[in-house]
């Protein structure tokens, strides 16, 4: 069965390429042919580079479209979580500092990400054979948006345990505990109004399921796509501890949900939402009817 998520990644290359060929057109159609040269109405040209960096923009940019507001939203995150650190574990001027040239860094190193992106997807015009292939390169930078440019794997992150103190350290993993926890829990309750949707479920039936999945811990990362990997934690526990919440209807239409997340353990570690260092066990085999 085809994904929510397949059709989108099969779709979206496919439309783009239909407006770069349209804006292609376009811009053919107010050519001037003197002689054996083709000459291209300016005003035409910019319209169209206009249009394709729109486009890229959309792309990367997708909660506004818009390259300016979408660093606006990157630098405010930042200033917020040292707002946050300076609170919880009230810095020394050298320790902001160093915190701070390391928070901008992450983001200068990804923007610089975005325009080199940028850069190449202009040079395409056209191409609609390429399209495809720029997708996946822009996908990375989506994801990594997405997930916050402080996350795992930032020099933010990296320099974090090597400034603060020990008393420091732990009062700041209480508060990002609590937050993790808090985001685990909104996504848990996505996924279940999924399961609720499809199955049917009574309140006390999603209390129950919301209790198994609470005494899992929350993920290190967070995405667009954080109730996949809570369904895929849900296909994942032993039947017995979900099927004795619910009646057999119910059971047969939730086994046909889980094996779609099944193989989705590629895409989790893929997207940072699973780590790889932290699964213990392979991807949870098909449930038979």
Same mark, same amino acid.
């Given at each position: 069965?085809?994904?929510?998520?397949?059709?989108?990644?099969?779709?979206?290359?496919?439309?783009?390429?239909?407006? !770069?060929?349209?804006?292609?057109?376009?811009?053919?159609?107010?050519?001037?042919?003197?002689?054996?040269?083709?000459?291209?109405?300016?005003?035409?040209?910019?319209?169209?580079?206009?249009?394709?960096?729109?486009?890229?923009?959309?792309?990367?940019?997708?909660?506004?479209?818009?390259?300016?507001?979408?660093?606006?939203?990157?630098?405010?995150?930042?200033?917020?979580?040292?707002?946050?650190?300076?609170?919880?574990?009230?810095?020394?001027?050298?320790?902001?500092?160093?915190?701070?040239?390391?928070?901008?860094?992450?983001?200068?190193?990804?923007?610089?990400?975005?325009?080199?992106?940028?850069?190449?997807?202009?040079?395409?015009?056209?191409?609609?054979?390429?399209?495809?292939?720029?997708?996946?390169?822009?996908?990375?930078?989506?994801?990594?948006?997405?997930?916050?440019?402080?996350?795992?794997?930032?020099?933010?992150?990296?320099?974090?345990?090597?400034?603060?103190?020990?008393?420091?350290?732990?009062?700041?993993?209480?508060?990002?505990?609590?937050?993790?926890?808090?985001?685990?829990?909104?996504?848990?309750?996505?996924? !279940?109004?999924?399961?609720?949707?499809?199955?049917?479920?009574?309140?006390?039936?999603?209390?129950?399921?919301?209790?198994?999945?609470?005494?899992?811990?929350?993920?290190?990362?967070?995405?667009?796509?954080?109730?996949? !990997?809570?369904?895929?934690?849900?296909?994942? !526990?032993?039947?017995?501890?979900?099927?004795?919440?619910?009646?057999?209807?119910?059971?047969?239409?939730?086994?046909?949900?889980?094996?779609?997340?099944?193989?989705?353990?590629?895409?989790?570690?893929?997207?940072?939402?699973?780590?790889?260092?932290?699964?213990?066990?392979?991807?949870?085999?098909?449930?038979?009817?």
């Amino acid at each position: 069965m085809v994904t929510n998520m397949q059709l989108r990644q099969t779709i979206r290359p496919l439309l783009l390429a239909a407006i !770069l060929a349209a804006a292609a057109r376009a811009a053919d159609d107010d050519e001037v042919v003197v002689g054996p040269i083709v000459a291209n109405n300016d005003a035409q040209q910019m319209q169209m580079q206009r249009m394709v960096d729109a486009n890229f923009d959309q792309w990367m940019w997708q909660n506004t479209g818009d390259a300016r507001q979408g660093e606006q939203r990157i630098r405010t995150q930042s200033r917020l979580q040292m707002s946050e650190l300076q609170r919880v574990c009230e810095l020394t001027p050298q320790q902001q500092q160093k915190l701070e040239l390391a928070a901008r860094g992450d983001i200068e190193r990804f923007l610089e990400e975005v325009e080199t992106l940028r850069r190449k997807f202009n040079a395409l015009k056209g191409d609609q054979n390429a399209v495809n292939q720029m997708w996946q390169e822009i996908q990375p930078l989506q994801q990594k948006q997405s997930r916050g440019l402080t996350g795992p794997g930032s020099l933010f992150t990296k320099t974090v345990p090597k400034t603060l103190t020990a008393e420091q350290a732990t009062r700041y993993e209480v508060i990002t505990e609590e937050r993790r926890r808090f985001r685990y829990k909104a996504s848990v309750a996505v996924a !279940l109004h999924t399961i609720e949707a499809g199955v049917g479920l009574k309140a006390e039936q999603r209390e129950k399921l919301q209790q198994v999945l609470d005494e899992l811990p929350p993920p290190r990362a967070f995405g667009q796509y954080d109730h996949y !990997l809570i369904m895929y934690r849900l296909a994942g !526990l032993p039947p017995e501890k979900i099927q004795q919440h619910l009646d057999a209807r119910q059971w047969t239409a939730l086994k046909q949900q889980f094996n779609q997340y099944r193989d989705m353990k590629p895409f989790l570690i893929e997207q940072g939402l699973l780590d790889r260092e932290e699964l213990g066990q392979e991807a949870p085999t098909e449930v038979k009817p």
